[in-house]
């Protein structure tokens, strides 16, 4: 490599050229001296139309100065040739070669690896826990180049491998490292796939079999299918965006649903309601005077032995146990003897409330009564009426509304902004009620219901969902003769 010393320094410091003495190049004002110019010291009319043609390194040696090999001075800029030398102290260092420096961009020849700036030759390179090799290479595909040199990764909580792989079964990469993958609440493995029946969705994350998907698409065995709307599948949770969701079939229904029209079919109505003049009472309502919806039919009630009645009724003056009437003087089972529908000392009107293991609620057995109040075991009171406490499964009669666990009459206000009751539903009849939004997003106002994806779903039928409990804060309750399947994710059977 060679340069033109001489012509450099007159364009570098004085703008002209003796190959162009006409030119000054913008910029430069001084008068030209010495070996450019015009000789004499004297100025050179400036003239920027022509510039100046390029440098004739074909010239005679008197002005050419070798540099940029190996051994020779850097050139201007501290260059040397890329492929050969690299500038140290002034001089051309010779590059590329097994024990030499590396070349300009990390190159070496002959086969040698660039590591720390040095090509070497052999394994002391891009194996695990060794320097990256050139090009910032390792050996193995499950070794990954990092400020560290060559690690591991593709295993489980490893970095990826290059190009987002991993190794592992069942590991996805995510967040730069290989996480688990498939299960629900995890990403989706490759291939959008997910085990045990759940689902990918559209953000890329597995959802469990039988949970919604989106607000429309509910995960039915590894797929998602339209959901909520007249004729199809329930969502999630017996959700329905139309009609209510019939839990035998999982279908959504105009027909067969807690005070929907009877269904033209056998049963008529579904979750263990009964048919009643023509419109679906749900089981533990009555069906008329001593005569209870029971598992979907129109049973005799409250005599000794016989289901209680509507909101624990029992005949002259017994006790609601389990379900079942007591009479005065029978034993409660183990909470004593019913006296005045007390089953010993819980369960009478202004008494603690019999206590249960979970997941079954604490029970009052005194008739009209409710478990109620601020702190467990709770206590029985007086339910249903106006500013009274909402009876089992919140119900309040005479399409009152219940509204944070106390009843508000039909026709009267529903307070907190909600305008009036009208026959379960507050706002003047336009939320709370089945089938209807949620009031405020959260809150259902008629019996047996419960919000569910900001609609108000049937609970407390068979196969239901279990009805919101305001003493302990859980949904653990159902209509008679239901239970409680567990604690948390209740259905009633």
Excluded: W
Aim: overall charge negative; charged content about 5%; glycine content about 18%.
């Amino acid at each position: 490599m060679r340069l033109r010393l001489i012509g450099f320094a007159c364009l570098a410091f004085f703008g002209c050229t003796a190959d162009n003495p006409d030119y000054i190049a913008p910029g430069h004002d001084a008068a030209c001296v010495g070996n450019c110019g015009n000789g004499d010291g004297s100025a050179i009319p400036r003239d920027l139309s022509t510039p100046p043609p390029p440098p004739d390194f074909a010239a005679s040696n008197a002005d050419l100065v070798n540099c940029g090999a190996p051994g020779e001075p850097c050139c201007m800029g501290f260059q040397c040739d890329p492929m050969t030398a690299i500038c140290a102290n002034g001089i051309c260092a010779a590059c590329g070669g097994g024990g030499q420096p590396c070349c300009m961009g990390g190159a070496c020849m002959g086969g040698a690896n660039c590591v720390n700036g040095q090509c070497i030759f052999g394994g002391n390179c891009g194996n695990q826990n060794q320097p990256c090799c050139q090009g910032n290479t390792c050996n193995a595909p499950n070794l990954l180049c990092t400020g560290q040199g060559c690690l591991p990764c593709g295993g489980m909580n490893q970095p990826c491998c290059k190009g987002n792989v991993c190794n592992d079964v069942n590991t996805v990469c995510g967040g730069g490292a290989c996480v688990a993958c498939g299960n629900p609440n995890q990403l989706c493995c490759q291939g959008n796939a997910c085990g045990n029946g759940a689902c990918c969705t559209s953000k890329g994350v597995c959802v469990g079999n039988g949970t919604n998907c989106s607000q429309t698409q509910v995960c039915q065995n590894g797929s998602c299918a339209n959901c909520g709307a007249l004729g199809q599948m329930c969502c999630a949770q017996n959700a329905c965006t139309q009609g209510l969701c019939n839990p035998q079939s999982k279908t959504c229904s105009n027909c067969g649903g807690p005070g929907q029209a009877c269904c033209n079919q056998n049963p008529a109505c579904y979750a263990g309601g009964c048919c009643v003049n023509n419109a679906c009472t749900p089981s533990g309502e009555n069906c008329s005077d001593f005569m209870v919806c029971s598992d979907s039919a129109c049973v005799a009630c409250g005599a000794p032995g016989q289901p209680c009645c509507m909101n624990n009724n029992c005949a002259n003056l017994g006790c609601c146990n389990d379900g079942q009437c007591v009479a005065v003087g029978q034993q409660c089972g183990n909470f004593g003897l019913c006296a005045m529908g007390a089953c010993g000392n819980c369960g009478g009107n202004g008494q603690a409330c019999c206590v249960t293991p979970n997941p079954f609620p604490n029970f009052c057995s005194s008739p009209g009564t409710m478990c109620g109040g601020g702190q467990l075991p709770g206590q029985c009171a007086a339910c249903g009426g106006n500013g009274q406490a909402c009876c089992n499964a919140n119900e309040c009669p005479a399409g009152g509304c219940c509204v944070g666990g106390v009843c508000h009459s039909n026709n009267s206000s529903c307070g907190n902004g909600l305008n009036n009751c009208s026959n379960g539903s507050c706002n003047n009849g336009q939320c709370g009620g089945l089938g209807q939004a949620c009031c405020g997003g959260s809150l259902c106002t008629a019996g047996f219901s419960r919000c569910i994806n900001n609609v108000c779903q049937p609970c407390g039928g068979k196969g239901e969902p279990c009805c919101f409990d305001y003493l302990s804060k859980q949904t653990i309750l159902c209509g008679a003769p239901y239970q409680p399947n567990a604690f948390q994710n209740c259905t009633c059977n």
